[in-house]
């Protein structure tokens, strides 16, 4: 062969070695766990970089993508609760507004084929413009956050590092986030290393509990995601016109009320459960399917086989197979600090609510004693918070709107009572969720930082206080709390350091 046809075959050859790597993906930033099948993510579209996911990540957990910068995408897909949002039904997202439906967890995206419960968006790359632009999220335009992240300090640095200029354009803000979210692998479950033979044994109950889902539930919960991907209606009563499932995405007549199967990785981090998340435990789940599923037109038949509804389950069957889900606990992946918004190679300047303080500095006699009164009852709310004392933090939550109620809000200035009205409804709405969160001290804690930021900017502007205070800040651990004393510590969390202002 001619030495001119050896080059030719060489080069192309080292072409095709070449492209095939960029099709593979570097197995350094993501590799495909030993027993999962292949991923659907077209890798060679947005190939993953370690700049690029550390952009992605950064502007995950940045509040600058919502309309008032409170609110970032981590606020509802929280690491510790498998990325979802702490003990919340419906999520919620800006000036505390609900939205439909509850928040998913996000793992192995890179294997899933459509996203949301309805399965609306078919690419990972276009998902985020849905929360970014829904009022009831982060009520944003996706125009506007370009142009915020253009005039801020860092992004157009990293935009730079990731992509090779410093252009921000919607393209590449989507692609950041998805390397982000692609790189959140959960495959390191007791199954999974069972599976792999690492080592690991399931004993007698939790493979029980395996045979059992096999026959009973993997016709729909099927392989290693656990879901088939498909969209379907598992007998949930009470629905609504208000959220009609996958019938919103394609008003096909047959597809209402049907919502995707989802994942049933990490459930014990991931509750309350369903797309309304109408279930608290898993308990509560197998009864469902063993006894409450209710008849209606678009009831899967699986469902409802040789006219029988549910799943025919003894008490025995429901705990054995509640044993196997738990082995899909992936302790890893919830303490991995490649996803924890601690780890931020930049600290993101969180929302200085400092700068909300108003200089009413009231006379009103009336108006201090009640305040004061306030602050007593938030104190002892703050004890009861430290202690996960979760039924004194609600009696005392239920206290403390009523007793900021007396104010009479006509005697106040124009200015003063929309302020008053307004940061009032922000406790107000975080001591409610005190009060439902009885079941969970970490929902009351979300709560309790949440209204303790409320409760410092109404006190910092009228000024009542008779005695010292304090407005202490963990940046950390995003813990904010008021005390009397000069120094305190609210709880071991993870806070290297804590700002104090004195009222
Ligand atoms: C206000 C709370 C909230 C915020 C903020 C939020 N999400 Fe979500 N997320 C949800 C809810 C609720 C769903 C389910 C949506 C549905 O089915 O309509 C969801 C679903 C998703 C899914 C689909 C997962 C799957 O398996 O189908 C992805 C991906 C996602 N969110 C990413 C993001 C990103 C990226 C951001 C930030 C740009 C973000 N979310 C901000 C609440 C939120
Ligand atoms: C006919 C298909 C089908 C079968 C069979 C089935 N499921 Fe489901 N499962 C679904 C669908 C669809 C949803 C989501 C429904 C919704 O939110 O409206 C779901 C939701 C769940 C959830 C909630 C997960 C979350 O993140 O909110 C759990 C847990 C669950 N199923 C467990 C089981 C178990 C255990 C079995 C067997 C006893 C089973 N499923 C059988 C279709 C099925």
């Known amino acids: 062969m001619p030495a001119k046809n050896k080059i030719i075959i060489l080069s192309a ?26 991923p659907a993510y077209q890798f060679a579209r947005n190939p993953l970089s370690a700049d690029g996911i550390e952009l992605g990540k950064t502007l995950f957990y940045d509040a600058i993508v919502s309309s008032d910068n409170t609110v970032s995408c981590g606020s509802c897909h929280q690491q510790s609760a498998g990325f979802t949002q702490h003990g919340h039904a419906l999520s919620h997202g800006v000036d505390d507004r609900l939205t439909k439906r509850n928040s998913m967890p996000l793992f192995n995206m890179a294997w899933a084929t459509s996203f949301g419960w309805d399965g609306g968006v078919h690419d990972l790359d276009f998902f985020a413009v849905s929360p970014i632009t829904n009022p009831a999220e982060m009520n944003e335009s996706l125009g506007n956050v370009l142009e915020k992240l253009r005039k801020s300090e860092q992004y157009p640095a990293m935009f730079k590092r990731a992509f090779g200029t410093e252009e921000i354009n919607s393209e590449r803000f989507l692609k950041a986030l998805s390397q982000f979210m692609l790189t959140m692998v959960s495959a390191n479950a007791k199954y999974d290393k069972y599976m792999r033979y690492e080592g690991v044994e399931l004993n007698e109950t939790e493979l029980a509990g395996m045979a059992l889902f096999k026959q009973k539930c993997a016709s729909c919960h099927s392989g290693e995601l656990f879901t088939d991907f498909s969209f379907r209606n598992n007998g949930l009563g009470g629905m609504t016109d208000d959220d009609k499932g996958r019938f919103e995405v394609n008003q096909n007549e047959g597809d209402q009320f049907k919502f995707k199967v989802p994942s049933l990785r990490n459930l014990s981090y991931t509750t309350p459960y369903m797309h309304d998340g109408r279930f608290k435990t898993l308990e509560e789940v197998l009864a469902h399917y063993a006894s409450t599923v209710e008849k209606n037109d678009f009831l899967d038949p699986l469902l409802s086989q040789n006219g029988q509804l549910g799943i025919a389950l003894t008490a025995d069957e429901q705990k054995k197979i509640i044993s196997f889900l738990k082995t899909l606990d992936d302790e890893d992946f919830i303490n991995n600090p490649k996803f924890a918004e601690t780890t931020l190679a930049l600290s993101i300047p969180k929302r200085n609510v400092e ?145 104090t202002i004195k009222l």
Request: charged content about 25%; overall charge positive; proline content about 4%.
């Open 355 to 499: 700068l909300d303080v108003m200089p009413f500095k009231t006379k009103s006699v009336k108006v201090k004693e009640v305040l004061n009164q306030g602050i007593e009852v938030y104190l002892k709310m703050k004890e009861a918070i430290k202690t996960q004392n979760t039924g004194s933090a609600a009696a005392l939550s239920e206290r403390l709107p009523k007793v900021l109620r007396k104010i009479d809000v006509s005697k106040l200035g124009k200015k003063e009572k929309v302020f008053f009205i307004s940061y009032l409804e922000k406790v107000t709405f975080n001591a409610d969720h005190i009060i439902e969160g009885e079941y969970s001290a970490e929902h009351q804690a979300d709560h309790f930082n949440e209204l303790s930021k409320y409760f410092y900017v109404l006190i910092a502007s009228f000024k009542p206080n008779s005695t010292d205070l304090y407005y202490h800040r963990c940046e950390t651990s995003d813990q904010n709390w008021l005390s009397n004393k000069a120094q305190e510590v609210l709880a071991p969390a993870n806070c290297s350091t804590i700002k």
């Open 13 to 38: 050859f080292v072409l095709i070695v070449c492209l095939s790597f960029k099709n593979t993906q570097d197995t350094a930033l993501f590799t495909v766990p030993g027993n999962f099948p292949k």
